[in-house]
């Protein structure tokens, strides 16, 4: 089965009809990430930049590191992101991380597309390259407790979200505090860190 193909033409259409409440996670997101006033900041799924312009918008001072799989959404996001505060390179998040530290790792709506080892085994990388005292603010689809708060469309191939309690608990076993900083039906945006 090919991987699904991004279109960033198409992005915020699809993001409009498929997750209504993407407009409230970014701003919780950039809410979260904006905590502490980190400076350096690597966001795993970028794509076309629109979160990480919100969070860059909350942070005049910090850079952002940005990596995706798809060549498409990174040229959109390095259309809109500033040069000067920006980096974009085409990566998977399976692969190594960049070495950092970082005071912040962000991702939203990226790492439900990995699976359960996928997603425990991601979370230990990203506790490697945080600094001390660093944060990673996770902003992405969950599995509802209740089916009724399903509202995304999930198709279980490329899309593989998690339950909220799993998440914590291989995010704790990766050395991270945990905390929920926001959860609305099936999306919510998580913080973990670093001690
Ligand atoms: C729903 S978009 C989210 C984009 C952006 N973070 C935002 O907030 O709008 C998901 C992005 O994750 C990227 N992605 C999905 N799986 C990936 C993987 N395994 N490695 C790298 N990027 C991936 C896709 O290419 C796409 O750009």
């Given amino acids: 089965m090919p991987e699904f193909e991004w279109d960033p033409e198409t992005y915020q259409a699809l993001m409009a009809e498929e997750i209504p409440d993407y407009p409230r996670l970014q ?23 629109l979160t990480a312009q919100r969070v860059l918008d909350a942070l005049p001072g910090a850079g952002l590191l940005g990596i995706d799989a798809s060549p498409e959404m990174l040229a ?27 005071d912040l790792v962000m ?28 944060r ?4 992405d689809l969950v ?17 593989t979200p998690s339950s909220l309690d799993e998440q914590l608990t291989w995010l704790a076993e990766a050395g991270l505090t945990t905390r929920v900083h926001w ?6 945006v998580i913080v973990a860190q670093k001690d």
């Fill in 143 to 159: 599995v509802p407790a209740d089916p009724a708060d399903v509202v995304t469309p999930i198709d279980w191939i490329d899309d």
């Fill in 27 to 49: 701003t919780e997101v950039a809410a979260a990430a904006a905590v502490g006033a980190p400076n350096s900041i690597l966001d795993l799924g970028v794509g076309s930049g």
């Fill in 136 to 139: 990673f603010v996770l902003g």
């Fill in 76 to 102: 959109a996001a390095e259309a809109i992101l500033d040069p000067e505060r920006t980096e974009l390179r085409l990566g998977r998040l399976e692969d190594p991380l960049p070495r950092g530290p970082f």
């Fill in 183 to 188: 959860q609305h039906r099936d999306l919510a």
């Fill in 107 to 134: 991702s939203t709506l990226a790492v439900h597309h990995l699976d359960g080892p996928g997603k425990a085994d991601l979370f230990a990388c990203i506790a490697a390259v945080l600094a001390p005292g660093g």
